[in-house]
Structure formats: C-alpha cells, structure tokens
C-alpha cells in the first residue's frame, strides 16, 4: 500500500493524477498539495469521518512553505512514502517561467521538493513530471528521440526551455540515489478534455495570436492527461528508477494545433521573428513564442522503455470534435 503526496493538485493535470490514485485500491492515503483552495472536484473525496484524502496548501518555489509542509502533522498523520511533483501547468503558469529570487520558479521548486524528499527518512520513491521539449532537435521533423537522445544545452537556448532542462537535470542527478527511487517521465504537449493543452511552451499563456517562422511547421507529439496519470500510477508501483518517454500515438504540425486550441500561430519571415524577440526582451517579456528550435523542427517520442519497464501504455486516442459553438476541437477518448 502507498501513501503519496501530489504537488499542484488544485491544477488540472494534479487533479487527474489524485482521482486516478484516489481509485487504486494499492493507494492507502493521499496529501494533495495546492497554491489555493481544495477543488470543488475533491469534495466528495475529503467528505467522511477518516477520507483517505487530505489537502494542504503550500509555495513550494520558497524554502520555509516547503519546509513547514513536510514537517507538519499532516505529513507525518499521512505516512508518505511516495512523492508526485506535477510541476505548475495552471492558469497560474500563463506567465512563462516566473522568477523567484533569481531562479526560475518552475526550477525553484525543483529543488526544494528533491531536497526535502531526500531529507525525509519515510519518503523513497519520487515520481517528476518533465517535458520532451528538452531534447535537442536536428532539422526536420523526423526526429523520433528516445530517452537517450541529447539535451538541448546550447547557451541560447529560450529561458522557458532552459527551466525545463534545469529541473531534467535536478531530477537526473539523482537517479542512482540508493535510498530515494527517483522517476522522471517526459511528456510532450498534455490534452485534456475540453480541448485545453498543457505543458506546451509554444502554447502557454492565453488564447491569442502567435509568430512562427515563415517556412516551417514543426510536428508536434501529443498525450490525454488521463495517459499521463496512469503513467504516473505505474510509476509509483514500479520498482524500476529512471527516465521514460510518456506519449500517445497522434502528432500534429503546430499550425493546427494552434489553430484548435484558439492560439492560431502566423508565419513570418526570420527577420521579423528576430526584431519581435528583440522587442519582447526589451519589455521584460519571455521570448519563447519568437524563437526557438521548436518552432522550426518537430518530433515525435520512442516509448518502448516505458512499455518495457513500467507496462504503461497510451489508451487514449485524441481527436477533433465540433464545440458549442460548431468550431473544431482536441478532444480525448478511450480507445
């Protein structure tokens, strides 16, 4: 039986991951762990007298909220053994990779919750969720990388990218601990029902025009939020430490994608795409959506490893269905 903590569960992929756990029979007590209030969705999973969820709040881009959490009477009621970091993916994130003394608060977090995992005598298994859009991409869109394939550790690299691949590395670091298991999986663009994305640094933020460079049309791989949480489960039942690829079977260029989550992109040409990254830094600005190997190569992920060692694999197709208002849009559905 586990007993497992859940960053960002008041997020949408954190509140997946909690209701997927919440119905594993081999999950004994869950601590969510939110920046606001509990979702409306939880409620009737905190009613009763002894509910196997509790909640608690907590920044967990600051050394004293994260220490407090792991120190406190909830943590200690709740045995935990098990910690899922869902990094920020909310409306909350819509500004990119906001900093914290310095640091990136995607990366901020990073290291606070490793650490205090480390440093807590009851926690030994640590499941991360990180992004495939740190892998270096060779020209064109037949990239098809598996876990092996290099970071993309050029010095230019776009700052939301960079946060990324700082948390990677955090995470990688300690994949041969002897006493915390630790588990990364890499996912790429995350769908939930609703059409709405997550995880996406060419898509973050809120719905509205975006540049891409004139010429290309990047191919880009896509997973259900629901595969997402039950690759995360086969993680905490795993004995396996390391880094797996989590992906469903479907890719789309960028251009629909943008197109059916209201964030249509428009081409233009490589000096244009330079002056408005110039100009976005010049106003304190992320740069992300003006430059970027992602916006010009595309790819798609092998996830053999994760069939091999966790016995995960996609179930959920995502299509195209007609919204309210007749427009097209992603959709989730069991295959």
């Not at 233009?268 to 408005?276: E, N, S, T």
């Not at 092998?302 to 179930?315: H, K, P």
Request: charged share 25%; with cysteine.
């Amino acid at each position: 039986m586990k007993n497992v903590l859940v960053t960002h569960a008041d997020e949408p992929i954190g509140r997946r991951v909690v209701k997927t756990l919440f119905h594993d029979p081999d999950v004994r007590r869950i601590l969510a762990v939110g920046d606001g209030p509990p979702p409306r969705a939880f409620d009737r999973f905190l009613a009763g007298s002894e509910p196997r969820l509790s909640y608690s709040r907590a920044d967990l881009a600051r050394h004293r909220p994260v220490s407090a959490l792991f120190h406190s009477p909830g943590f200690r009621e709740a045995e935990i053994d098990t910690l899922i970091h869902v990094p920020r993916h909310g409306a909350a994130a819509d500004a990119h990779a906001p900093i914290v003394a310095g640091v990136a608060e995607r990366t901020a977090e990073a290291r606070l919750v490793l650490q205090h995992c480390l440093e807590a005598n009851d926690v030994t298994s640590l499941v991360a969720l990180g992004s495939a859009f740190v892998y270096r991409l060779p020209p064109g869109n037949a990239n098809r990388l598996d876990e092996e394939s290099p970071l993309d550790l050029d010095p230019d690299v776009v700052p939301e990218t960079r946060s990324w691949i700082d948390c990677d590395m955090i995470f990688h670091g300690e994949l041969h601990n002897d006493r915390v298991r630790v588990v990364l999986l890499r996912v790429p663009t995350v769908v939930a029902e609703g059409g709405f994305v997550y995880l996406n640094p060419l898509l973050a933020g809120p719905p509205g025009l975006r540049l891409r460079r004139l010429g290309y049309d990047p191919l880009c791989a896509l997973v259900s939020d629901k595969d997402v949480a039950r690759a995360v489960q086969a993680a905490v039942h795993s004995r396996h430490p390391g880094i797996y690829n989590v992906a469903g079977s479907e890719a789309v260029p960028l251009s629909l994608l943008g197109r059916w989550t209201r964030r249509p992109s428009l081409p233009v040409p490589r000096g244009i795409l330079a002056a408005a990254a110039r100009a976005a830094q010049l106003l304190g600005r992320d740069t992300t959506g003006a430059s970027g190997s992602h916006l010009r190569f595309g790819f798609t992920l092998d996830t053999r490893r994760a069939e091999r060692e966790l016995g995960f694999r996609a179930t959920n197709r995502i299509g195209l269905a007609r919204a309210g208002d007749g427009s097209l849009r992603l959709e989730t559905a069991s295959l």
